[in-house]
C-alpha cells in the first residue's frame, strides 16, 4: 500500500509537471507572437517614416521570432528594396510567397521588383499571379500596364490600364500610365485628357504638367504647351526637363532670350541638358521635347 501509495503521488506530480510545461510553453509561444506583431508595427512606422535600414532591422526581429511570419518577409523584402538591396528584396518576397502561396502583396512586389531589375519577363508572370489572387487588386494591375509599356506592347499595357483606373478612379499613377498608353498610340487628344484628370486629382503635380506640355506641342497647340511648362516649373523651379521644354519652345515662338534665361538655369540644375540646349540656341539643332 505504502508503495501504491508513492508510485500514485510520483505520477500525480509528474502529470502536474508536465501540464505546467505545456502551460508555460504556450504562455511564451502567445509572448513570442506578440513580440513578434510588436516588432513588425515598429518596422511599418520606421518604413512609413523613410528610415529604412531601421526598418529593415526591425522586421528581422521580427521573423526571428516567429520564422513563419510571411508578412514580416513581405516587408522586410520592400524595406531592403527601397534601399537597394534587390537580392535580399527578391529572396525575402520569395520566402514569403513560400510560406504563404497566397499572399498577394509579395507576387505584387516580386513583380514589381523584377521589374526594377529589367527581368520583364519575370515581373509579368508575378503581377498575373498577384491578379489571379486579387482580381481587383488595381495597384497591381497598373504595375503590369507600365511593365507591358517597357516591353513595348501598348495594347497589352492598354487593357490593364483600363482595368487599374475602373478599379481606383483616383488612382493618380493609374491615370498618368493611362495618358502614357494613349501617346505610345498616337492618341493625343486623349492622352490630354487623361492628363487633365491627373492634375484634378494631383494639384501640385509638375511632371503632369510637363507632360501636358509635350502633349500639346505635339498636337501643334503652341500656346497652350508653353503655359503647360511654364506651370510646371513654377511648381518645381527645379525640373530640369520641363525647363528644356520651355527653352526649345521658347526658340520655336522666337523668344531667345526667355530661351537663355532658361539655359543659364539648366547650366546649374543639368548641365548634359545645357549643353544639349547650346546646341539649339546656337547651332541651330533641333531637338525633341522630353517627357519625363
Not at 495594347?155 to 475602373?166: F, G, I, P
Request: aromatic share 8%.
Amino acid at each position: 500500500m505504502i508503495g501504491a501509495a508513492k508510485i500514485a503521488v510520483m505520477v500525480l506530480a509528474l502529470a502536474v509537471s508536465f501540464s505546467l510545461a505545456k502551460w508555460t510553453a504556450g504562455q511564451s509561444g502567445a509572448n513570442q507572437a506578440e513580440a513578434s506583431t510588436r516588432y513588425r508595427n515598429r518596422g511599418i512606422e520606421l518604413f512609413q517614416s523613410e528610415r529604412y535600414e531601421e526598418a529593415v532591422e526591425a522586421f528581422r526581429q521580427a521573423i526571428g521570432l516567429r520564422p513563419g511570419y510571411a508578412e514580416a518577409f513581405n516587408d522586410l523584402g520592400a524595406a531592403c528594396a527601397r534601399i537597394n538591396r534587390h537580392a535580399q528584396a527578391i529572396e525575402a518576397f520569395s520566402q514569403a510567397i513560400s510560406l504563404n502561396p497566397n499572399l498577394a502583396a509579395a507576387h505584387r512586389n516580386l513583380g514589381d521588383e523584377y521589374y526594377r531589375l529589367g527581368r520583364l519577363a519575370e515581373a509579368v508572370d508575378s503581377l498575373k499571379r498577384a491578379i489571379k489572387l486579387q482580381p481587383r487588386y488595381a495597384m497591381a494591375h497598373n504595375d503590369l500596364c507600365a511593365v507591358y509599356l517597357e516591353m513595348g506592347r501598348a495594347s497589352a499595357a492598354d487593357t490593364y490600364c483600363q482595368e487599374a483606373v475602373h478599379l481606383a478612379p483616383t488612382f493618380v499613377e493609374a491615370h498618368k500610365n493611362m495618358a502614357l498608353v494613349y501617346a505610345e498610340t498616337a492618341r493625343l487628344a486623349e492622352a490630354v485628357e487623361e492628363l487633365k484628370r491627373v492634375i484634378q486629382l494631383s494639384l501640385g503635380d509638375a511632371q503632369a504638367r510637363n507632360s501636358l506640355g509635350v502633349a500639346y506641342y505635339r498636337l501643334g497647340q503652341r500656346s497652350k504647351a508653353f503655359d503647360s511648362f511654364l506651370e510646371a516649373v513654377r511648381i518645381n523651379p527645379n525640373y530640369s526637363d520641363a525647363r528644356y521644354n520651355l527653352a526649345m519652345l521658347s526658340l520655336a515662338l522666337n523668344r531667345r532670350e526667355r530661351a537663355l534665361e532658361e539655359y543659364n538655369m539648366l547650366k546649374r540644375l543639368d548641365p548634359i541638358l545645357a549643353r544639349e540646349l547650346y546646341g539649339g540656341i546656337y547651332g541651330g539643332l533641333i531637338l525633341d521635347l522630353r517627357g519625363r
